[in-house]
T-cell receptor, first 112, second 115 residues
Framework: QKEVEQDPGPLSVPEGAIVSLNCTYSNSAFQYFMWYRQYSRKGPELLMYTYSSGNKEDGRFTAQVDKSSKYISLFIRDSQPSDSATYLCAMSVTDSWGKFQFGAGTQVVVTP | DAGVIQSPRHEVTEMGQEVTLRCKPISGHDYLFWYRQTMMRGLELLIYFNNNVPIDDSGMPEDRFSAKMPNASFSTLKIQPSEPRDSAVYFC?????????????FGPGTRLTVL
């Protein structure tokens, strides 16, 4: 079993809707959590970085961490066609790039 | 800055051939990372360097894979001999620090197909 599980999708939503993405994990020691966005045939780019539990908001993006349930979420409000991409979660026990485990990614399609 | 530069962008080769992927990190970044991405396994860290020295190569799948960083502005990932299961997108990334609060910047990737 993988340490980080993510539904591959695709997740199709109409423009303006809220996109809800999530990852589950098995290692209760994970403390550092990230969300990446990856456009087709491009490298991933960091969207959100959070430590421990709680919420973090950045513009239309909100990241939530529920350590008791071993579950993290990313919400995209007022979705736009430009949000169509694959979203990857990543997490680690320590704040070290060498230790982050990535999810397989969820493909999101926002239709006009 | 031009960002992380990778070459070639696409590589098609036959099984048994040697493949060399190249990366130029962002100037001033001390950390360089090589990743592999497949549909089945997602994004996996293969190896990373700090100040041109390999720090952790535990993700390198087997002895057929090797990576070098002869100077601060250049790194290579070599596969010899290549096999069809090596087909994947290989990403290079660089960062100014090892902590995740130091953003990691990815290159556009090299799409490798081994026939």
């Amino acid at each position: 079993q993988k340490e980080v599980e993510q539904d591959p999708g695709p997740l199709s939503v109409p423009e303006g809707a809220i996109v809800s993405l999530n990852c589950t994990y098995s290692n209760s020691a994970f403390q550092y959590f990230m969300w990446y966005r990856q456009y087709s045939r491009k490298g991933p780019e960091l969207l959100m970085y959070t430590y421990s539990s709680g919420n973090k908001e950045d513009g239309r993006f909100t990241a939530q961490v529920d350590k008791s349930s071993k579950y993290i979420s990313l919400f995209i409000r007022d979705s736009q066609p430009s949000d169509s991409a694959t979203y990857l979660c990543a997490m680690s026990v320590t704040d070290s790039w060498g230790k982050f485990q990535f999810g397989a990614g969820t493909q999101v399609v926002v239709t006009p | 800055d031009a960002g992380v530069i990778q070459s070639p962008r696409h590589e098609v080769t036959e099984m048994g051939q040697e493949v060399t992927l190249r990366c130029k990190p962002i100037s001033g970044h001390d950390y360089l990372f090589w990743y592999r991405q497949t549909m089945m396994r997602g994004l996996e860290l293969l190896i990373y360097f700090n100040n041109n020295v390999p720090i952790d190569d535990s993700g390198m799948p087997e002895d057929r894979f090797s990576a070098k960083m002869p100077n601060a502005s250049f790194s290579t990932l070599k596969i010899q001999p290549s096999e069809p299961r090596d087909s994947a997108v290989y990403f290079c990334a660089s960062s100014s620090g090892t902590g995740a609060h130091n953003e990691q910047f990815f290159g556009p990737g090299t799409r490798l197909t081994v026939l």
